[in-house]
C-alpha cells in the first residue's frame, strides 16, 4: 500500500464548482456524450453529488468519471477513467464517462500526445479515486459512528463488517460530498487491482459503429455558417490580391474576405506552428456551396521575403528565421547529401572515436534517408467557433489545448477566462492536432463574421498545409579491429529542419569510443511532431545499421543486440545513457521466443528490430514471404515493456495501430515538393498502407510488470521501419537505406 | 436548386438542392445523417460508404440528382440499435482507434457479406481496399467480417 499526499484542496473545488454551478461544464449537452457501459447499468440518478474533478456520483449509486484528456484513437477516455475507478472501487458497469472539456483549474493535464496520457495520469487519477472513496468511508464512518478504519468497500458498497452494516455509494455520496478531503489517501497495492489490467471495451464503441455525431466535423447549430480558406499554393508565397467577384454571386455565399491570424510582432509559444498567417476565407450556407465558391476564386500569389519571428519555447526565446524561398526536394536532397559530409555538432563524445576509427582493421558506412511526411488524419481540420463580445466558444480536435490558448487570447484580444474550449473526439491526431492554429483561424472568421461558424478544411488544404513529419538523414560508421570487435562508432545525423539525433541511447553506453553529431538545415516547410518525433526516422536507421553490422560481425542479429546491452548493463561506457539495458534485454528475449526466431521456416524471410523511446521499450519480429512476386508481410510478432497494462486489449489494438502505420510509412509514405508546392494533395497520389497491405497477423505481448505504466501511442511505430528492412534485405539480399523502400524495390530481385 | 426526391433508410425525402451536390453532402447537411464521413472528395478513401440497392458506393462523387428514387442506405439505417451483425462483430473485436473511417468500413463490410456470405481472406482485401483506415486497424476489421460472416451463417 502506499501512502501519498493529496494535491487536492477542497476549497479550489468548491471555488471552481461554482463556476462550474453557472453552466460552464454542463453547457454542452452532456447527457449526449454519456456512455453507459453495459445494457444492465443502473438508470440514470435524479441528483449528482460532486466529490472532485473527476468524480460525480448519483444517490442511486451511478459514478460519472470525467475524461480529461482529448480523444484522438489512443482509447485515453476508457483508459484513463479505468484508473479512476479502480481506486474508487466501483463496478465499471455503473460508470457513465464524460469528455471533460478543457479546464485548467479542475484537471492537472489535458494533453494528449508524446505517449504520456498513462505515464502522468497515473498518480493523479488513482489519487482522484482513492480520496474520493476515502470520503464516502468517512461519511459512513460518521453516519454509523463507527471507526473509518473498520470499513471496506467492494463494488462501490461500504462494508462494516462487525456492525452487519452496508450502504451503496449513492446513499453516503450527498454527505462524502460535504466532508474535509483527506490529507493523506492509501492507494491500492498492485495486486488489489480489479479493474487495471483487465479489458474493458472502448466506451464510445456503439456511438462510433452507429454513425453518431462525434466529431467537430458533425457538429451543427442553429445559424451556423460554414467557412473555407484558401492557403497559398506553395511554401514561400502569400496573397497578393483576390478577385473574388464570381464567388460572391453564387449561390448560398454570405461573404469572402481576408483574414490575418496573428499579428507579425505576436511572440509565439512552441505549439504556436502555423504555416500562413493570411487566409482567403470563403463563408456560406453549405460545405458544398463554399467548396464551389472557393474554387471560382482568382487569387494572385507574391514571394515572401526572409521573415523573422520569436518563439518563445520550452528551449527559451529565440528568434526563428522563416527563409524566402520555392524549395524542391531535389534541392533538398542535394543539400543533406552536402551537409552530411561537413562536420555536425557534437552531442556526444565517449573516448577516443576519432582516433579508433584511424587504427580500423575495417570501416563500414551507410546512410540513410526518408522523406518529408504529411500526417493525414482522416478528418481533414475543422473547428467550431462562436465568437461574440462577450466570450468566446470553441469546439475543436486539438490535443494541446492549454498551448493554443495564448494566441486565442491574443488574436481575440480577450481574456483567457472568456475563451472556453471544448474537447472534440478527434478524427486522428498523430500529432499534428498538437497544433491548434486552425482554432485561431475559425475564432477569428467566426468574430468577423459575428456569427457561430465551422470552419472546414479540404483534403487538399489539410495535405497542403504544412507541419509534416521533417525530412532526415543519418549516416553510421561502425570501426571493426582485425578480430571483428566493435571497437568505435559513429552517427551523424541532420534534417530540414530539425536533427532526429538522441545523442544518449542505445548504443550509447554499450561501446567505448562513441560520436554522435547532429546538424538541422533551416525551410520555410513547416514541421511538427509526428507520430514519435526523431525516433520515427533514427529508429529504422539505427536498427537497420545494427543489423547489417552484426552479420558482418558473423553474428545473430538478437544476439548481438545482447551483448551490447550486457555491456552497458555491467560496465556502462559514459554518462546519462537514458535506458535501462536489462528492460531493453527483456523484450528483445521475449520477441525471440514468442517468434520462435531460432526455428526458421521455408521461404520466409524474417527481420528483427528494437527500440526505447517515450518510455517503452518495443522489440518486433517481422515475417515476410514473397507471392506473385511481391512482399507479403505475414505476420509482426512484438514484446513490449510499458510497466502495468491499464487496458490489454486496446493496449494491443494501439499495437498492431503503430505497426501498420509503421510499415505504411516505411514502404509508401512520401510528401515531396516542386517550387514550394506540395507535389501530393489527396490520397490518389499520397500513398496510405490498404487493407491488402497489413500484416496477416499481428501479435503484441507484454512483460509482465509492477511497474508503474508509460503509454503505447508511439513507442510500437519507430522499431518496425527497419523491421521491414531488414526483412526486405533477406527477401532480396538488397538493403533498403531510402524510405519509402518501394521506391527502390526491383521485384526481379525477390526470393521465392 | 431543384425538389429532388429521395429514398433513404426506408424513407421517402424531399430535398431542396442543386442536383449537383454529392450525395454525402445531401445527407450530412440537409438530412443530419452524419454517420457518412467526409475524408477525401474523390472516392479514394471510402469514408463517405454507403449502399446504393444494396451495392456500396461512395457518395462523395455520387451527384443527388442521380439517385433518385434509389434505394440509399447509411450507416444510420443499417439496424434500430445498432445490433446489425457487423456492428456487433466491431464490437466484439473493439475495433476503432480514432473511429473516424469505421462506420464507412462497416458499409462496406456489410455490402461485400451481403453478395458474399463467406468470403476468404484475399476477397475481404479485395472488397475492403478501397476504405482507408489511417490508425490502422486493417487487422482487426479482417477479424471482425469474418466473426460477422460466421454469426450470419449460424
Excluded at chain 1, 259 to 268: F, G, P, Q, S, V
Excluded at chain 1, 396 to 415: D, V, Y
Excluded at chain 1, 552 to 567: A, C, H, V, Y
Aim: glycine share 8%; with cysteine.
Amino acid at each position: 500500500m502506499t501512502l501519498i499526499k493529496t494535491t487536492i484542496d477542497r476549497r479550489s473545488f468548491l471555488k471552481v464548482s461554482a463556476l462550474a454551478g453557472g453552466g460552464m461544464m454542463l453547457s454542452f449537452s452532456w447527457l449526449a456524450g454519456c456512455t453507459p457501459t453495459t445494457e444492465e447499468a443502473l438508470e440514470l440518478p435524479k441528483e449528482w453529488f460532486e466529490l472532485n474533478s473527476y468524480i460525480k456520483i448519483g444517490e442511486n449509486g451511478v459514478v460519472t468519471l470525467m475524461a480529461p484528456n482529448p480523444e484522438f484513437g489512443s482509447n485515453v477516455k476508457t483508459s484513463l477513467p479505468m484508473i479512476v475507478a479502480d481506486e474508487l472501487d466501483i463496478d465499471w458497469k455503473n460508470v457513465i464517462v464524460v469528455q471533460a472539456d478543457f479546464f485548467k483549474e479542475r484537471f492537472e493535464r489535458q494533453f494528449t500526445g508524446g505517449s504520456q496520457s498513462i505515464r502522468q495520469g497515473w498518480k493523479i487519477l488513482r489519487t482522484a479515486g482513492a480520496t474520493a472513496r476515502q470520503m464516502l468511508v468517512d461519511a459512513a464512518a460518521k453516519t454509523w459512528n463507527v471507526p473509518a478504519s473498520e470499513i471496506t468497500t467492494e463494488a462501490g458498497t461500504l462494508v462494516h463488517k462487525a456492525s452487519g452494516k452496508k450502504a451503496g455509494y449513492g446513499e453516503m455520496a450527498s454527505l462524502a460530498a460535504t466532508l474535509e478531503v483527506p490529507k493523506e489517501v492509501k492507494l491500492k497495492d498492485v495486486k488489489d487491482f480489479k479493474i487495471i489490467g483487465t479489458s474493458k471495451k472502448n466506451v464510445e464503441g456503439e456511438n462510433i459503429v452507429t454513425g453518431k455525431p462525434l466529431f467537430t466535423m458533425d457538429y451543427t447549430e442553429e445559424g451556423m455558417l460554414i467557412a473555407m480558406i484558401t492557403h497559398p499554393p506553395a511554401f514561400g508565397l502569400k496573397v497578393k490580391s483576390v478577385d473574388d467577384s464570381a464567388a460572391r454571386s453564387m449561390p448560398g455565399i454570405k461573404d469572402v474576405f481576408i483574414i490575418k491570424t496573428l499579428a507579425d510582432d505576436y511572440e509565439r509559444n512552441g505549439f504556436d506552428t502555423t504555416t500562413f498567417t493570411e487566409l482567403v476565407v470563403v463563408a456560406g450556407n453549405t460545405t458544398w456551396e463554399v467548396m464551389n465558391a472557393k474554387k471560382s476564386l482568382v487569387i494572385e500569389w507574391e514571394k515572401i521575403s526572409d521573415t523573422n519571428v520569436v518563439v518563445n519555447g520550452w528551449g527559451g526565446k529565440q528568434t526563428v528565421k522563416i527563409p524566402a524561398g520555392l524549395e524542391s526536394t531535389t534541392e533538398h536532397k542535394a543539400k543533406m547529401a552536402e551537409w552530411s559530409k561537413k562536420p555536425g555538432s557534437v552531442r556526444r563524445r565517449d573516448g577516443d572515436p576519432e582516433g579508433a576509427f584511424k587504427k580500423a582493421a575495417k570501416i563500414i558506412e551507410r546512410t540513410y534517408t526518408a522523406p518529408f511526411l504529411a500526417h493525414n488524419c482522416m478528418e481533414p481540420v475543422n473547428c467550431f467557433a462562436h465568437v461574440t463580445a462577450e466570450k468566446a466558444e470553441l469546439y475543436g480536435p486539438i490535443q494541446a489545448p492549454e498551448f493554443i490558448m495564448q494566441a486565442l487570447s491574443a488574436r481575440l484580444g480577450m481574456p483567457r477566462e472568456k475563451i472556453h474550449i471544448r474537447l472534440a473526439r478527434m478524427g486522428g491526431g498523430f500529432g499534428q492536432r498538437a497544433y491548434g492554429h486552425h482554432m485561431v483561424e475559425a475564432a477569428a472568421i467566426s468574430q468577423k463574421l459575428n456569427a457561430p461558424v465551422k470552419m472546414v478544411y479540404s483534403r487538399e488544404d489539410d495535405m497542403t498545409y504544412g507541419i509534416y513529419r521533417p525530412t532526415y538523414t543519418a549516416t553510421y560508421r561502425a570501426a571493426l579491429d582485425e578480430k571483428n570487435n566493435l571497437i568505435a562508432f559513429h552517427i551523424k545525423a541532420g534534417g530540414i529542419p530539425e536533427t532526429p539525433v538522441h545523442a544518449h541511447r542505445f548504443p550509447a553506453g554499450a561501446i567505448d569510443n562513441y560520436l554522435a553529431e547532429g546538424w538541422q538545415i533551416e525551410s520555410n516547410i513547416t514541421i511538427g511532431a509526428f507520430r514519435a518525433p526523431g525516433s520515427n526516422f533514427i529508429a529504422g536507421a539505427e536498427q537497420s545499421f545494427l543489423d547489417e553490422l552484426a552479420e558482418e560481425m558473423g553474428k545473430d542479429p538478437i544476439e548481438f543486440r545482447l551483448e551490447l546491452l550486457n555491456r552497458a548493463k555491467t560496465n556502462p561506457v559514459g554518462k546519462d545513457n537514458d535506458y535501462d539495458p536489462e528492460r531493453y534485454a527483456g523484450v528483445l528475449e521475449l520477441v525471440r521466443e514468442k517468434s520462435k526466431w531460432n526455428e526458421s521456416q521455408a521461404n520466409v524471410h524474417r527481420g528483427v528490430s528494437a527500440y526505447f523511446c517515450h518510455n517503452t521499450y518495443v522489440a518486433e519480429v517481422l515475417d515476410l514471404v514473397i507471392q506473385n512476386n511481391k512482399p507479403v508481410i505475414q505476420k509482426v510478432v512484438a514484446a513490449v515493456d510499458c510497466g502495468i497494462v491499464v487496458n490489454p486489449d486496446a493496449a494491443a489494438n494501439m499495437g498492431e495501430g503503430g505497426i501498420i502505420d509503421g510499415i505504411g510509412n516505411a514502404l509508401y509514405g512520401e510528401m515531396s515538393f516542386q517550387d514550394g508546392v506540395p507535389e501530393k494533395n489527396n490520397f490518389n497520389k499520397y500513398r496510405l498502407i490498404r487493407h491488402s497491405e497489413a500484416p496477416k497477423s499481428i501479435e503484441v505481448h507484454f512483460v509482465k510488470s509492477e511497474k508503474d505504466p508509460t503509454g503505447l501511442g508511439e513507442p510500437l511505430f519507430p522499431p518496425v521501419f527497419a523491421a521491414v528492412a531488414n526483412a526486405l534485405y533477406k527477401a532480396t539480399g538488397k538493403r533498403p537505406y531510402n524510405q519509402p523502400f518501394i521506391k527502390d524495390l526491383n521485384t526481379s530481385e525477390l526470393r521465392m | 436548386m431543384a425538389f429532388i426526391n429521395l429514398n433513404v433508410n426506408g424513407k421517402k425525402q424531399v430535398v431542396d438542392v442543386d442536383p449537383k451536390t454529392p450525395v454525402l453532402w445531401v445527407l450530412r447537411e440537409h438530412l443530419n445523417l452524419v454517420g457518412t464521413k467526409y475524408g477525401c472528395g474523390i472516392a479514394q478513401c471510402g469514408a463517405c460508404t454507403i449502399q446504393l440497392d444494396g451495392v456500396a458506393v461512395r457518395s462523395c462523387q455520387l451527384p443527388v440528382s442521380v439517385v433518385v428514387n434509389k434505394e440509399i442506405t447509411t450507416i444510420e439505417g443499417l439496424s434500430e440499435n445498432g445490433d446489425h451483425p457487423v456492428q456487433k462483430a466491431w464490437l466484439e473485436h473493439d475495433v476503432p482507434q480514432c473511429g473516424y473511417c469505421q462506420t464507412g468500413q462497416i458499409m462496406s463490410a456489410v455490402a461485400l457479406l451481403e453478395k458474399n456470405p463467406n468470403p476468404t481472406d484475399e476477397q475481404i482485401d479485395t472488397a475492403m481496399n478501397g476504405n482507408l483506415c489511417r490508425c490502422g486497424t486493417y487487422v482487426r476489421i479482417k477479424a471482425a467480417v469474418k466473426t460477422a460472416a460466421q454469426s450470419q451463417s449460424n
